[in-house]
T-cell receptor
Framework: AQSVTQLGSHVSVSEGALVLLRCNYSSSVPPYLFWYVQYPNQGLQLLLKYTSAATLVKGINGFEAEFKKSETSFHLTKPSAHMSDAAEYYCALTPRSNDYKLSFGAGTTVTVRA | DAGITQSPRYKITETGRQVTLMCHQTWSHSYMFWYRQDLGHGLRLIYY???????DKGEVPDGYVVSRSKTENFPLTLESATRSQTSVYFC?????????FGSGTRLTVV
């Protein structure tokens, strides 16, 4: 079975500092991978997705993620945190097949200190 | 408006009652999903549907029933609500690997 593990349920960063959110996946073949963001009392918004083109994927709001097959990882980064980045972040995957079930990690809460 | 709509936005119900959460999409996407969101668990798949009249269980289906008689609607029914089903429920639709989520229904079972 395929699964996603997000390392660290809470991450606190200073405004202007690097944001690094870790995601590892378990899959027999490289899946499609996603990062979503959820602001308080809102739905999920897609930040970026990896579908086997470039391994470095750029998303919205200055975020990017790098797919590393050898490490089975898809970590999310942003060079300089902004107060508006405070939210819940989810890594998710779906198999490279006709199965479109999207499986999520447990989520990482990001707080940004002024 | 185009999109995916969930109703109600908030619901309080009593233990043992039947409650139905509605989900409607305007794109005619083939796939639709129901997730529940709980602290420490992220989003867990309850049921999904690949097309009208085709549904399948996800990770946590017990206590829930779904139907999909029309492509655009995918209601989720709690046949006899329990306190453990207090959660935020998200509906999603998908076509060719793109996913769109509704705004969620916050359900409280008292």
């Amino acid at each position: 079975a395929q699964s996603v593990t997000q390392l660290g349920s809470h991450v606190s960063v200073s405004e202007g500092a690097l944001v690094l959110l870790r995601c590892n996946y378990s899959s027999s073949v490289p899946p499609y991978l996603f990062w979503y963001v959820q602001y308080p009392n809102q739905g999920l918004q897609l930040l970026l997705k990896y579908t086997s083109a470039a391994t470095l994927v750029k998303g919205i709001n200055g975020f990017e993620a790098e797919f590393k097959k050898s490490e089975t990882s898809f970590h999310l980064t942003k060079p300089s945190a902004h107060m508006s980045d405070a939210a819940e972040y989810y890594c998710a995957l779906t198999p490279r097949s006709n199965d479109y079930k999207l499986s999520f990690g447990a989520g990482t809460t990001v707080t940004v200190r002024a | 408006d185009a999109g995916i709509t969930q109703s109600p936005r908030y619901k309080i119900t009593e233990t043992g009652r039947q409650v139905t959460l509605m989900c409607h999409q305007t794109w005619s996407h083939s796939y639709m999903f129901w997730y529940r969101q709980d602290l420490g668990h992220g989003l867990r798949l309850i049921y999904y549907s690949a097309a009208a009249d085709i549904t399948d269980k996800g990770e946590v289906p017990d206590g829930y029933v779904v139907s999909r008689s029309k492509t655009e609607n995918f209601p989720l029914t709690l046949e006899s609500a329990t306190r453990s089903q207090t959660s935020v429920y998200f509906c999603a639709s998908s076509e060719r690997g793109g996913y769109t989520f509704g705004s969620g229904t916050r359900l409280t079972v008292v």
